[in-house]
């Protein structure tokens, strides 16, 4: 039987190697958990972490940077909490303290023993920002100096104004998911060609996505689901306007027109997206 300390921590947080582009992993062990858990075994005076205090610190700071940068709701407070008007100056003040700390954090440089040299080799106290591990931090200040001016612009704006500002929607998962759908359309064809990527984004709006979902074993996450409201017909002035846009749709994709198969039926044509898929894939057999 195996316990845990309250925390996620795996061999493959230790052993990292094969992991190093899953972004989970370092999100749960730069957490609050870890930093309880430090925390009791410094108390109960664990020898090898009587001075993990820091470290503890560090794994505080850096949870509270990917909470704002995954704000998703009105309703959550603290470092999960949107950015808005009023928490605008308070957010700002807090997180860039929590940058210039990271810009001032300091590492043992070990230089290399060269060939031929004999004695001990004298180790520097040089600031990570200005190694070739400074990559975290300049992310970092980039993204923070990239979300305060936008939710500027969106706050501040006179011009129907953003109440709450989600930094959960600011990531890049959500585009390399639909880019995963595009290949998912064309089979095993996972470098379609111009042409093909013209009927697949056809298709993906006239199907809202064809019921074909990105992946599970992606290193990205679903786009979260927005609530699809029901339109009275009887009571809604546009209502004609809307029955025809539906009718149109369903038109479209029983007609399959993206298929370009117009004067000719689907069964005599297979159209250019099928027709460039096999060609692909009898080049490679």
């Known amino acids: 039987m ?3 300390m309250g925390n996620r921590i795996t061999k493959r947080h230790v052993y990292y190697g094969n992991y190093k582009m899953k972004v989970c992993y370092a999100a749960q062990l730069f957490s609050n958990s870890v930093a309880t858990a430090l925390d009791v075994a410094r108390s109960d005076k664990y020898e090898k972490l009587i001075n993990s205090d820091t470290t503890a610190y560090l794994c505080r700071i850096i949870n509270e940077l990917f909470d704002f940068c995954n704000s998703r709701s009105q309703k959550t407070f603290g470092t999960k909490e949107a950015l808005t ?3 605008y100056m308070s957010k700002k003040k807090r997180l860039f303290e929590i940058l210039e700390i990271l810009k001032n954090i300091t590492y043992y440089n070990v ?6 040299f004999i004695g001990p080799l004298q180790a520097s106290l040089d600031l990570v920002r200005d190694s070739r591990r400074k990559t975290f931090i300049l992310g970092f200040a980039v993204t923070l ?3 305060f001016d936008l939710g500027k612009e969106l706050i501040d ?4 104004p953003v109440t709450h500002f989600y930094t959960y929607l600011l ?9 995963s759908l595009i290949r998912l359309h064309g089979g095993w064809d996972n470098n379609p060609a111009p042409h093909q990527i013209k009927y697949i984004m056809r298709k993906l709006i006239v199907m809202q996505c064809g019921g074909v979902t990105a992946s599970l074993n992606t290193n990205c996450i679903a786009p979260p689901t ?3 409201y029901e339109v009275d017909i009887e009571e809604d002035e546009n209502s004609a306007a809307c029955l025809q846009i539906a009718i149109d749709a369903a038109e479209i994709l029983e007609n399959n027109h993206y298929l370009e198969a117009s004067g000719q039926s689907c069964e005599d044509r297979l159209g250019n997206l099928k027709n460039g ?3 692909y894939m009898a080049g490679h057999l």
């Open 2 to 4: 195996k316990l845990r």
């Open 85 to 87: 008007n009023e928490n």
């Open 111 to 116: 230089p290399k023993r060269k060939k031929g």
């Open 145 to 147: 100096h990239t979300i």
């Open 157 to 160: 704006t006179e011009d129907e």
């Open 171 to 179: 990531q890049q998962d959500f585009i390399e998911s639909f880019f």
């Open 226 to 228: 927005f609530v699809e």
């Open 277 to 279: 898929t096999i060609a």
